[in-house]
């Protein structure tokens, strides 16, 4: 239903009003601009959640043969690592960063947790980490089935660079100590792995 238009004003009104308002005077224009801001964009978060959902499934439990045969207590490394930094790694020279602690989860909770954790760590600028995935003792049969699912999941992360077993008192078989690659200064491996030669 359509308004109606307002009837018009008549003279008596129009008096009133003016003695409403007599005494007041007109603001000064401040000359300036009303500008609209623009709305920022949607964030997509439904499609975010897909995507790293999507990261966290296409973790393979996989082994690759060659690694399968190898004692489980050697180092990897992509190539291009220096055989210094492994060595750094192992002894201890090196300073973690920060750590996070997988055992007595269950494997999917532990690729999880994994994935958000090397992301927050890329986002931090972190080189060093430790992560802990126990030994196994409180498994079926006592197989340390998370030991072998790390190891799988971070040679497919590729901001992984290398790996090794810490040191006793850094947790030993039960913990791996991590390097990650540096990705805000766009400069090549080797140049990134300069500062931890010195």
């Known amino acids: 239903m359509a308004n ?3 009837p018009p004003l008549d003279d008596s009104a129009i008096k009133l009003f003016r003695s409403a308002i007599s005494g007041t005077r007109r603001l000064k224009d401040p000359g300036r601009s009303h500008i609209q801001s623009t709305p920022p964009l949607p964030v997509p978060k439904h499609f975010l959640a ?3 959902q ?3 499934d296409s973790l393979s439990d996989y082994l690759p043969a060659s690694e399968m045969e190898k004692d489980e207590d050697l180092p990897y490394a992509r190539p291009g690592v220096p055989n210094q930094i492994l060595r750094k790694m192992r002894n201890g020279q090196l300073v973690v960063e920060t750590e996070l602690d997988l055992h007595g989860l269950t494997s999917d909770e ?3 947790q994994l994935v958000h954790f090397l992301d927050r760590c890329k986002l931090r600028e972190i080189r060093l980490i430790r992560i802990i995935h126990g ?3 409180g498994s079926p049969n006592r197989e340390p089935v998370l ?3 790390v190891r799988a999941w971070l040679m497919q992360r590729d901001e992984v660079l290398a790996y090794c077993r810490a040191r006793p008192a850094d947790g ?3 913990a791996l100590i991590v390097l990650l690659k540096r990705h805000s200064t766009g400069k090549n491996r080797a140049a990134s792995l ?4 010195d």
Do not use: C, N, T, V
Request: net charge positive; proline share 4%; charged share 45%.
């Open 54 to 56: 999507a990261i966290i």
């Open 135 to 137: 030994k196994g003792l």
């Open 50 to 52: 897909d995507e790293r």
């Open 110 to 112: 532990a690729r999880k």
């Open 194 to 197: 300069g500062d931890l030669e």
């Open 172 to 174: 030993g078989g039960g």
């Open 4 to 6: 109606k238009p307002s």
């Open 147 to 149: 030991k072998q699912r």
